[in-house]
Every structure is written in structure tokens, then in C-alpha cells.
């Protein structure tokens, strides 16, 4: 079969691989999944080098099996200061109700693309995958990487994405649908009408080109893993499934609003980063409107938004949190990613 020819080309006992899911994770989720048979990934774009330095070698120290290392590879624009004016004057109602303060000496990213003083600190790992979101990085950079004897993934949400990946390099394509929960890896267009569900984009990328592609959005048991691989997908990946293990970082909000009605309605928003990203609806994203022209540009808007949850979420408040999910948490269990992993396995087994 052809998904277990990509396994041993990764490494991977089962063509499973843990999305990244910064925010909600670290490295023990990623040893748990890979440990397991599938490939754990480490979202990277949140940490300072020396963070990431630090969890690589916890990885390292805790298994001998293939691990996946994510970074965002975006454009920085400059800081807008008029555009975050405007943008605090909307939001200041919400810290007045909250009894808060906006801290304007706050200026700094929290999503930071990747770059060769990034490299400089992996480099010695040589880790065995890396998956890029919005692109790939310029190709002196990607060729670095990949001399390291690292293979390449990254996401397209469209057909035109997956043949630009295909021709500037990648080794796998990550076809994201719709239904993915997080950051649209979007990169070619910021049209959000271009996004389609995954079954939808799957065969298009597979009659397309000729790299493994991995499919991501929605999958969470063996009648879905059962569609992607009979699409041609290669590998899935699964991220929503895993937010209530032991081992994942979620929050008690999160964890809460998760296993609720709530969760049933999801929807892309750009008011907590500026770019768009699924999550379950709260407060904000209703009040404001789901795609809002007055947020600042990524990363930058997240600044704002950061400091109005911190203040919402010590009242245990959930109004301003980015309540990352997928279109479907039937899979979410409360048990180790390891015997989730196992599960998918299983269900692997079932399909083939």
C-alpha cells in the first residue's frame, strides 16, 4: 500500500502524524504520539530558540522514533501603530467591562517565521521532518534544511498551493480542508471563498502532482482515515482528536468548551491573530464579525487580543480565547495520545 511506503520513508510505523497545535502543546504530546508509531509534531513558531533547543532534546532524550518540528514561514509586515490605535479603541469597551488596562508597551510578535538563526540552533539535530504553514521559506533556507537530510512538508489549501509546494521543493504536501481546525495555511491568496473541504481538495492534489500527500481536516476515526486513504492521501494527520489527552496542554476553558454543544459550531475568524483560523464561535468572534477588516496584520494582532483573554480567562471567561478546534470533536478523548494513536492504528489496520 501506499501510505506504509511513506511510513518507511518517515520512519512512522502507521501513517498517522500529530498535527501541530501550538498554544495547546509541547513536546510530551509529540514523544506520546511518536512513541505510539505515528509521527509527533512540535509546534516551533510560538518558541524562542532556546525553547525550542530545550524541547528537541527532551524528544531526544525520550525516543529513538521520528518527530515532525513545525514553523510558520510568513511575511512580517512592519508594525502598523495607527492600525493598532483604531483597533484598541474598538476592543476598549471589552477592557473596561473586564476591568483592565491595555499594556500599549507590548510590541512584539508572538508568531515568528522562520530563519536561518532558527537553523543555526536545529541544525546539530538534524530533525527527520519539518512541516512549514503559509509557504515554504526562501530557498537558500529550504536547501539548508534539506541538506541536513531532513524531508520537507508543508500545507496547501489549494490546488494552485499544492503545485507551487510541488514546484519549489517540498517532499509532501499537507492537503488542508476546510474543516481544519487552527490557521488556514493559506499563502497564495488571502480569499477565504478559495477554501474547500477536504474531500473536495484531496483528489484534485492527487491527480495533480506527483509528491505523497497527507490529508488533513476532519479525520478523527477509521470511516474517515478510511476516505482519506481511498482518495490517494498517503498519511492522514489529526490534530482536534488529540486536545483533550493527558499529555496536551489545553486549557480547563478549552477542555470545557470542547466537550460542550459549543463545539458543534466552529467558524474561520481572523480577530485574535489577523489571519483566518477555525475555532468554536465565542463572544468576540460574534461581536465583532468572524472576518474583520480593522484587525491589524499577522502577527501583530495578536497583542491586543492576548492581553483582553488573560484578563477574561482569570474571571473564567472564554469570550476572548482562541478556542482552536476542527468541524468535528467526536474523536476527542479524555485518554494518553499514546492509546489514541494505537486507536488510529487500529483503525488504520482496518482500512488497508
Request: aromatic content about 8%.
Amino acid at each position: 500500500m501506499k501510505q506504509f511506503l511513506l511510513c518507511d520513508w518517515l520512519g512512522m510505523d502507521y501513517p498517522i502524524i500529530q498535527a501541530p497545535m501550538a498554544g495547546v502543546q509541547d513536546s510530551a504530546l509529540a514523544i506520546a504520539v511518536s512513541e505510539a508509531g505515528g509521527l509527533g509534531s512540535l509546534p516551533c513558531a510560538m518558541l524562542s530558540v532556546d525553547d525550542i533547543a530545550h524541547q528537541v532534546s527532551l524528544i531526544k532524550a525520550s525516543t529513538n522514533k521520528p518527530y515532525n518540528l513545525n514553523f510558520f514561514c510568513h511575511d512580517t509586515s512592519e508594525y502598523n501603530e495607527i492600525k493598532h490605535q483604531q483597533w484598541r479603541v474598538l476592543l476598549k469597551p471589552y477592557f473596561d467591562e473586564l476591568s483592565g488596562q491595555y499594556d500599549a508597551t507590548i510590541k512584539a510578535a508572538t508568531r515568528m517565521p522562520f530563519s536561518h538563526d532558527i537553523a543555526d540552533v536545529i541544525e546539530d539535530f538534524a530533525p527527520p521532518v519539518i512541516s512549514f504553514h503559509f509557504g515554504l521559506p526562501d530557498a537558500k533556507l529550504l536547501a539548508r534544511v534539506k541538506s541536513w537530510g531532513t524531508k520537507v512538508l508543508s500545507s496547501a489549501t489549494t490546488l494552485e498551493e499544492a503545485v507551487w509546494l510541488e514546484e519549489n521543493g517540498v517532499d509532501g504536501i499537507i492537503a488542508q480542508g476546510l474543516e481544519a481546525g487552527g490557521h488556514r495555511g493559506m499563502f497564495l491568496s488571502k480569499d477565504v471563498s478559495t477554501q474547500i473541504g477536504l474531500f473536495s481538495l484531496l483528489p484534485q492534489i492527487v491527480d495533480r502532482v506527483s509528491v505523497p500527500v497527507i490529508a488533513a481536516g476532519g479525520i478523527c476515526d477509521t470511516r474517515s482515515i478510511d476516505c482519506a486513504l481511498s482518495l490517494g492521501a498517503s498519511v492522514v494527520q489529526i490534530g482536534t482528536s488529540y486536545l483533550l489527552c493527558h499529555e496536551a496542554k489545553t486549557s480547563q476553558l478549552h477542555r470545557a468548551a470542547l466537550k460542550s454543544q459549543r463545539a458543534h459550531h466552529t467558524a474561520l475568524t481572523n480577530v485574535f491573530t489577523g489571519r483566518p483560523a477555525r475555532g468554536i464561535a465565542n463572544r468576540i468572534m460574534k461581536d465583532l464579525g468572524y472576518m474583520n477588516s480593522s484587525v491589524p496584520d499577522f502577527p501583530y494582532a495578536s497583542m491586543e487580543m492576548a492581553q483582553l483573554k488573560n484578563l477574561a480567562e482569570k474571571q473564567n471567561l472564554d469570550d476572548f480565547s482562541s478556542l482552536w478546534s476542527g468541524q468535528n470533536v467526536s474523536g476527542c478523548q479524555e485518554i494518553s495520545a499514546f492509546d489514541l494513536t494505537k486507536q488510529f492504528a487500529e483503525a488504520c489496520r482496518i482500512v488497508s
